[in-house]
């Protein structure tokens, strides 16, 4: 008999799991929770695959774990169904799926609606049966603006919390994630991205709530890394060694835990900088404004012709 050639078509062994690989033994623990003749979707984007299987070997807590299962199993269950034709007549709709069941079809949904479903039904994921509505995040340019006294003048500080609560994450300048591989990753102002992207310790520290439950691919900056985007509106404030500026809300995004080699620097981008007063004077770094800084900016600039 002949054998399979294709990744679509043949029953994943262990080799064929390395490339998503990030930590040893991954693959083997995708498989112990895998069906015996366990077979990719056909129609399921590589990169949801990655999704699927840096989900399904997700290690932490009970419940970080149990979480992450439940979001690639029903990554999984909708595209098998997809594959055999389930979801005729609903070519135009979007499907909810969770705890591998169809819940509903319908449009997408909103941020406050997609909020309620997480928070009532955990893990759940919503996807389009057309693929080409699959979300795609805006191209990262990487225009960063570094470039004064041997570009540390424009590494900045970051801190982030949900609304009304007291809990802060912090990043400084230079961030190491010690519980991935100590990764490195430069805290930077970034003219070119639309977005602000963080590390994964963000959404760690803050707990899943409020994020959606599966990644999008990097465009741009950092292709092919996968990044996790908020469902919620988080709050933002960055700084320097002496100051902070206000609290401004901003719906973020977070790297994978291994974005790979490639993604060198965390981005704070114009959803964060077009919300806040900054000056910045020749052969000078950029002076981001408090309030009452604000205050007398805006009523300077009114009497500018």
Known sequence: MGTFKTDQTEHEMLQTLFKYEKVPGQAQRFLARMSKNFRWPYSMPEYLRRSAFNNITKVGSKSDEEFGLEVGLNLLFFYNALDKGEFAGHEN????????????YGQMYDDDK???????????VQIPVNQTKLPRSPPARMVTVRRVNNGDDYKIRVRVKRPNENLIAQIPYDFYDTKRNNKLYACVLDTGAPETILPYYIKETLGNAGWNTYERMAEGYGYPALMIGASDVFMISIGDDNNWTKWVPAKIQVWEEYPGNQVEDVL???????????LHEPFSPVKFLDIGDEVRLTTFVGTCS
């Open 93 to 104: 709709d979007w499907v909810t799926v969770h705890n591998q069941r169809i819940i509903e």
């Open 114 to 124: 997609l909020n309620f479903i997480l928070k009532t039904m955990p893990g759940a």
């Open 268 to 278: 704070v981008g114009n959803d964060v900088t077009d919300q806040l007063a900054y």
